[in-house]
């Protein structure tokens, strides 16, 4: 069996950061994810996804992202449901994240899709541009001196 789910969608709102009544953060967030095609109009529609992420993953993608930002998400589809208070029972199909990677930094959302890319709050590390071949620490990249710009059209998924 597989179950599997792999998005990449701009925050709808700010993430809904609660504890459960042990302390086990939990974020609830909804991603507006573009559909791969245009409608009759020309334009993208969108789909707008429900997802939830566990402990120090919600705690960050509370402290870190915000509405429009955008991020990529890993995760497993999951169905429940509940009574409401009317006594109805409710269904409820949503992702359930295992990650959460932050595809821009904070406040750096741009709705053209651009933005700085790779961004991950949780690695306190300077990035290491050493190889075996190269013994110095300058950027490889350094000599281009142009940006790099990664449509969503270029992702893979």
Do not use: H
């Amino acid at each position: 069996m597989l179950n599997r789910v792999v998005l990449v969608g701009r925050l709808t709102r700010d993430p809904d950061l609660r504890y459960t009544p042990n302390g086990v953060a939990v974020a609830n967030f909804t991603l507006a994810v573009n559909r791969p095609f245009s409608n009759n109009q020309g334009d993208r529609d969108a789909d707008f996804i429900n997802c939830v992420v566990w402990r120090r993953a919600a705690e960050n993608l509370a402290n870190f992202m915000n509405k429009g930002s955008l991020v990529g998400v890993d995760g497993r589809l999951q169905s429940r449901s509940f009574d409401n208070q009317e006594g109805k029972r409710v269904f409820v199909t949503e992702v359930v994240a295992d990650s959460v990677q932050f595809l821009e930094s904070k406040g750096g959302s741009s709705q053209g899709g651009g933005g700085q890319q790779g961004f991950q709050p949780n690695q306190n590390q300077q990035p290491n541009y050493n190889n075996n071949n190269n013994n110095n620490n300058e950027d490889p990249f350094a000599d281009k001196g142009e940006p790099i710009d990664i449509s969503d059209d270029d992702l893979p998924f």
